[in-house]
């Protein structure tokens, strides 16, 4: 199992970026693909991005598209998503998650979960 930890979370305004990371807990982080959920107030988790368990392979959700950029170093047991030109429709709570699934982008395909970090985009 892994335990993923989030940081990097903040107050930001519109057009600007941040970094946030996952660091996972476990021998095992390097098995499991690692994702990016967030939870907007009053919204139901969203999918944000993924990356694969030796980052060949990595999927963005739509509204994320162009501007978030997920990546890992498995030597450091680490997950980060680059946030860029942040727009105030980005705030919402941010989780880091593990799947042992193969192209996983629903909220039930990860079996391990973060505590969540904010992030706040003013405009």
């Known amino acids: 199992q892994v335990q993923p930890v989030e940081s990097g979370g903040g107050l930001v305004q519109a057009g600007g970026s941040l970094r946030l990371s996952c660091a996972a807990s476990g021998r095992t982080f390097s098995y499991y693909t690692m994702g990016w959920f967030r939870r907007a107030p009053g919204k139901e988790r969203e999918f944000v991005a993924a990356?694969?368990?030796?980052?060949?392979?990595?999927y963005n959700g739509d509204s994320v598209k162009g501007r978030f950029t997920i990546a890992r170093d498995n030597a450091k047991n680490l997950a980060t998503l680059q946030m860029n030109s942040l727009k105030p429709e980005d705030t919402a709570v941010y989780y880091c998650?593990?799947?042992?699934?193969?192209?996983?982008?629903?909220?039930?395909?990860?079996?391990?979960w973060g505590q969540g970090t904010q992030v706040t985009v003013s405009s």
């Open positions: 990356i694969t368990s030796n980052g060949s392979r990595i």
């Open positions: 998650a593990g799947s042992s699934r193969a192209v996983p982008t629903l909220p039930k395909d990860y079996n391990y």
